[in-house]
């Protein structure tokens, strides 16, 4: 995969997780990045560990903040080739029990800020009628989920409909849409949030990916960042409107005839 040449903009790059693997990705196979964060202390600090990264503040919740974030591209960088919606917020609440400001701050920014971030970058694109791409980062619970996720799995599967959606809008004028939906991806930061339900998170990744994956061992976050290289690059030319699970199985599995004490 040869992705020389292409500026892309990643949202949420200074992630520990997914974020960062899709930098890493993307800068091992040649690309550009333009790294966007919520501070411009985050863009700066994520930026300096890829090469040629270029730092950009910019809250996607905030409509102004992503234009003038364009706005600054098209001065500095010129045209962008790509763009990975990766930037987004998790909540741990049953959803009858969630407030409005909660489920509203979550959909601003894992659905409305996909399409607003989406919508400036096809505009740039269409204007300079150059091929396009974009890369949202979904996840398993688009298609199934657990407790406390009813609404963050509400809201990926919504970026999922924008996916095909705006595919079949935009494939007349050579955009793809795709996305790339991540199993359980692990970083330390994680265990705080998994507290919310287990009261031994260490064991309780240890059991999912034993109890929950077809494949055995941790997905990494340079796994997702791979497949979503594939989707940008000329390889995948003929894929639009899809979603690869980078999952090791989970949602092929439907129970595990292993006990964790078997293994
Ligand atoms: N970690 C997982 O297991 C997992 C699984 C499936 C999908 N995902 C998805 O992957 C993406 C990255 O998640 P992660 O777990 O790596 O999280 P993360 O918290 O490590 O990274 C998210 C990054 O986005 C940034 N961000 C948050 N709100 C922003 C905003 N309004 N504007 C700009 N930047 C903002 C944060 O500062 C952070 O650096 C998310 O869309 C998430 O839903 C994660």
């Known amino acids: 995969m040869n992705l020389r040449g292409k500026n892309i903009l990643v949202t949420g790059g200074g992630g520990v997780g997914i974020g960062a693997g899709v930098c890493q990705a993307l800068v091992n196979f040649g690309a550009t990045i333009i790294l966007n964060e919520i501070s411009q202390e985050k863009a700066e600090e994520a930026a300096r560990k890829y090469s040629g990264a270029i730092p950009i503040a910019a809250d996607i919740g905030n409509s102004v903040q992503v234009a003038s974030m364009f706005d600054q591209i098209a001065s500095e960088v010129g045209i962008l080739h790509g763009l990975v919606n990766n930037a987004g917020v998790g909540l741990s609440k049953v959803a009858h029990e969630a407030s409005e400001e ?73 955009i793809r849409v795709n996305a790339v939906g991540p199993g359980y991806v692990h970083a330390e930061q994680n265990y705080e949030l998994i507290k919310t339900w287990s009261n031994n998170p260490q064991k309780w990744v240890k059991d999912f990916v034993k109890d929950q994956q077809v494949l055995l061992h941790d997905i990494k976050p340079v796994d997702c960042g791979n497949a979503v290289a594939f989707l940008l690059s000329d390889l995948s030319d003929a894929i639009t409107g899809q979603t690869i699970y980078v999952d090791k199985g989970t949602t092929s599995l439907l129970f595990n005839r292993y006990s964790t004490e078997q293994l």
């Open 102 to 174: 909660e489920f509203d701050t979550l959909y601003n920014i894992d659905i409305k800020g996909v399409w607003r971030v989406s919508k400036r970058f096809v505009n740039q694109a269409l204007k300079q009628g150059m091929p396009a791409n974009i890369v949202n980062i979904s996840s398993v619970n688009a298609l199934a989920t657990m407790s406390r996720y009813a609404i963050y799995a509400s809201a990926k599967a919504a970026v999922e409909g924008l996916t095909r959606g705006m595919a079949v809008e935009l494939g007349p004028h050579d």
